[in-house]
Structures are given as C-alpha cells and as structure tokens.
C-alpha cells in the first residue's frame, strides 16, 4: 500500500488510554467519521515525547495516523482545544469523565459518530464553560442513549401501549422506559413517575439544550429525573458507570449548591 493511501488525519477527543509495553500506550479515541478507535500512540510515556501532553483524556485534537495491521498508529498530534478549566474544577471534572465513559461504553468501534462526536463535544465546552453540569448531564445522557439505539419509552406504557395520563405513573428500566398503574404489577423494579418528573424527560429527549436550561427544577425533582436515568443506564449498560460512583462521592463530601425553584 502507498504511504500516501495509510496516512490520514482525524479530530478526535481522547476517552481514555491505557499502557502498553515500556514507552507505549494504547488511547480509544472517539472520531466524527469512525466513530470509536482504540490507536497506538508509540514512545509517548518517555520524558523526551512531544506527544505526551497532547494526548491526555478529555482533550480534543488533531491526529495524524498511519494504518496499522492491527491497530492504526498516532503519528502526530496538535491540541484543539484542553478544556482547561475543567482542571481546577474536581466537580465538573469528574461529570466530563463521567461523560467520556459512557461514550466509551454506549457506541461500537468503527461506526460513524457525527452526531454523537458533536454532542460529546457540546457537553465537555458546557461543562468548561461552567454551565449547570448536572443538567447538561442529564441532556447528555437522554440524547446518547437516542442515538446509540436506546431511547425510553415515554409516551405509551410499555406493557399495553395506552397513551399515559397526565398522573403518578412508573417508570421501570428493565421494561424499556414507563408504565401506566394499571400494568405496574409484577414490573421488577419499577419507581413511582410523577407527573413533572415525566415531563421533564419528556422535555430532554425532544426539546433543545435551550429549552432544557430554562427549566428551574426543584432539588427533589432534579434528584428524581437523575435517578430514573441513572437506573435506566445502568440496565442498558448491564452495570453503574464507574465515574457515577465518584460524582456521589464528591456530593457526599460537600455542602449542596442553594437551587433556585
């Protein structure tokens, strides 16, 4: 193969990276055009590389690779852009990661990711930003799940697909999204759906990140929708999202942020 056919340059934002021999790593990255690729990147753990700093995770950059028989190979790297306020920020820090792994966790490698390489990047500049991070968390994850083939049902009851009445529903994980009283019994593990809680994961999965920010929600009702999706993605994925446990951590560790009604 000609070398100008193996070599080619991507965007990517580094998930995570992993060590490989003495000098090597190995970085799953996640791309615009395919998607999800686990890359070599050779000799960046020696003190002399000048790669190093550009590939750390959370970062996006531009990457010039050669194709590899197994796996493509970094052979050269420019930083876009760092997100470097997310570094003095452990909260919001931890949310980005939080966000790398389910992205890491929900997509298939070698699969284009227009859509959702945008949406990743949209949240890690939210998140920079100093946007409400459990927000854009929240529409983080309803659209991911859209897009990686798991959207919740919402509208109709899972078990006899009857419209839901605008009253205390439940939402049930296991089942595929919500459930109407009349079809809760003998639904493992499903959780009471108030009306307002319903509307607003209504509102993540159709509405614009501009429409979602303009919804103040109460503390118990923010905490309601994050547990519903939480158990949601926990079902999908078969496990908790290990960052998940970290962002509790932290919460346990602070005084809560006063939320306006």
Known sequence: MPLSTRLYKTEAIILRQRRLGEADRILTVYTPARGK?????????????????????????????????I?????????????????????????????????????AV????????????????????????????????????????FRPQLDSCVACETPLRPEENFFAPEAG???????????AGARVLSVNALK???LLQRGSYGDVARVRMPPDLTQDVERHLRSYIIGVLER???????????????LPHPVEV
Request: with cysteine; proline share 3%.
């Open 110 to 149: 070698d699969v284009p990711g227009y859509v959702t390489y945008r949406l990743f990047l949209d949240t890690m500049r939210r998140l920079d930003q100093g946007d409400d991070s459990d927000l854009a968390l929240r529409y983080f994850e309803m659209r991911l799940l859209d897009q990686a083939g």
């Open 200 to 202: 607003v994961l209504r």
């Open 37 to 69: 690729m686990d890359v070599k990147a050779k000799g960046v753990r020696k003190t002399t590389s000048r790669m190093s700093g550009h590939l750390q995770p959370l970062t996006r950059c531009m990457l010039q690779m050669a194709q590899g028989h």
């Open 177 to 187: 999204g919500a459930v109407c009283p009349g079809c809760v019994p003998g639904q």
């Open 71 to 107: 796996s493509d190979v970094v052979t050269g790297c420019e930083t876009l852009e760092s997100f470097r306020a997310l570094l003095g920020d452990l909260d919001r820090l931890s949310r980005a990661f939080y966000a790398a792994e389910l992205v890491d966790r929900m997509t």
């Open 240 to 254: 908790d999202v290990n960052a998940a446990a970290f962002i509790e951590q932290l919460r346990r560790g602070r």
